[in-house]
């Protein structure tokens, strides 16, 4: 990729600017940050007034000024630069009047380095190129805070409407027993009660799923690697989902050897069982099926859990392992979900060097494998998210 910047001199002397112009003509420089090249175009302004009347019509990137000017001096275009607030400008200053008086002035108007006259077509190609990568990094490190304070508005509006319903449900529900305005069946008051913790219930989820998800993407997340029985870690998330899929009819069946070693944080480990099978189970028709196969390697694992539930079309297969997916239709709007579990088992499947993925037909079913890798058991450091 190549990239230009526009360069203007400022300095009275005609003989000055044309061997600034001609010295950077055919320079340019290779950057690793923006893993490409820039070459440079240069602008020339005999005068203070003349700069800044063409900076209003087009801001350059890099200025280079001459502090003795006729007329505005050099400090006077930067005090003026300064109150115009020209952020995404880095001036050099161009002075054979050095002083730390001059410095320390300059500085505070908003100069990045120096140039001392008389200097060689090397001296201003180094500086030019120290300018070029910090203009570059500067540029970088805004657009970075840009997309943070914009990613986090999307977090938080997600997180507020995902809360809205539950709390709004739970409110009203509590406003109805509050004024007895459902007559004097205690049933139906139990009723109440029973979609109130339901909704709770899902509140504590989405609040557990924020928090792993949280810890995992911040980096710190202490992991504890050792060798686990994966099938034994699978045979307790069946364990914890059987009370919702008994009465529903639902059976879980797991494919696996006796036992099934993985070097690995147990607790992440449950955390993406617990959301394979839970999901295959809430997703499931009644008289449904679940079959957890695990299918051990020299140096992977593969966990595949297939169930016979609703299904997926292939667009809603491709967004559902991104952050507060739910798939939203006829037949899941009775099933509450936080939409980051599959998030979550994605990231974890990636700290182990592997992935996640799903097959999936509507009214037919879906099958969702996770590949995880053997991690060193030695290591104990924090999650790299």
Do not use: C, W
């Amino acid at each position: 990729m190549t990239d230009t910047m526009h360069i203007m001199v400022v300095d009275d002397e005609p003989g000055m600017r044309m061997g600034v112009a001609r010295a950077l003509r055919d320079f340019s420089v290779r950057l690793v940050d923006i893993n490409g090249e820039v070459r440079f175009e240069v602008e020339q302004a005999a005068s203070g007034e003349e700069a800044i009347d063409k900076i209003h019509l087009h801001a350059p990137d890099i200025l280079l000024l001459d502090h003795k000017l006729p007329g505005m001096t050099g400090l006077d275009v930067l005090e003026t630069l300064a109150q115009e607030k020209h952020e995404d400008l880095l001036t050099v200053m161009i002075t054979a009047y050095a002083s730390l008086e001059t410095a320390v002035a300059a500085t505070k108007k908003g100069a990045y380095d120096f140039l001392a006259k008389p200097f060689t077509p090397e001296e201003l190609k180094n500086t030019v190129r120290k300018a070029a990568g910090h203009l570059i990094l500067e540029r970088q490190a805004r657009k970075l805070a840009a997309e943070k304070r914009q990613v986090r508005f999307q977090f938080i509006s997600v997180l507020a409407h995902e809360l809205k319903a539950p709390l709004a449900a739970i409110e009203g529900y509590l406003q109805i027993m509050k004024d007895h305005a459902a007559g004097d069946d205690p049933k139906v008051y139990d009723h109440m009660i029973d979609r109130s913790l339901t909704r709770a219930e899902h509140m504590r989820k989405l609040v557990g799923d924020l928090l792993d998800l949280t810890r995992i993407e911040s980096g710190r997340k202490k992991r504890e690697v050792a060798t686990i029985d994966l099938r034994e870690v699978t045979q307790q998330a069946i364990d914890t989902v059987s009370p919702v899929a008994t009465p529903r009819g639902i059976t879980i069946h797991m494919d696996s050897p006796a036992a099934v070693p993985l070097q690995a944080d147990r607790g992440e480990i449950e955390i993406v069982m617990n959301n394979l099978v839970s999901n295959a189970v809430k997703y499931n028709r009644d008289g449904g099926r679940v079959d957890v196969r695990l299918k051990p390697a020299p140096d992977q694992v593969t966990i595949e859990v297939t169930d016979t539930g609703i299904g997926l079309s292939a667009e809603e297969a491709a967004r559902l392992f991104n952050d507060f997916v739910r798939i939203k239709n006829e037949k899941t709007r009775n099933i509450l979900g936080s939409g980051l579990g599959l998030s979550i088992v994605k990231k974890l499947a990636q700290l182990y060097n592997g992935e996640a993925s799903v097959q999936s037909q509507p009214d037919v079913g879906s099958t969702f494998t996770v590949v995880l890798r053997h991690t060193d058991p030695q290591a104990t450091l924090a999650v790299q998210a």
